[in-house]
């Protein structure tokens, strides 16, 4: 199990959070159909480290960027969601 470092609460198991997807599937709100659709189901699936958004449903109930390892599941950094967090 992880321990994820809540920027509100603190180091929780992982089990009070909820993994929602990477922060390059989210499709820009002015974004054509094909290109919404690009960014949704058209992406790598590589190893290596990156940046993830998840939620402190059992918790603060925030969103936050999580970047990990894909492999090792080692997280580097976490971060509270705001207005420059997403693209």
């Known amino acids: ?8 609460c603190g180091p929780r198991a992982q089990s009070e959070f909820v993994y929602e997807r990477t922060v390059d599937s989210v499709a820009p709100t002015d974004a054509t159909t094909d290109q919404a659709m690009q960014t949704l189901f058209t992406r790598n699936n590589l190893r290596g480290v990156d940046d ?13 960027v999580i970047t990990r390892h894909r492999v090792t599941n080692e997280i580097s950094h976490v971060r509270a969601v ?6």
């Open 52 to 64: 993830e958004i998840w939620r402190h449903s059992f918790g603060c109930r925030a969103w936050m």
């Open 1 to 8: 199990m992880m321990l994820i470092h809540c920027p509100h």
């Open 82 to 87: 705001g207005p420059e967090a997403l693209p």
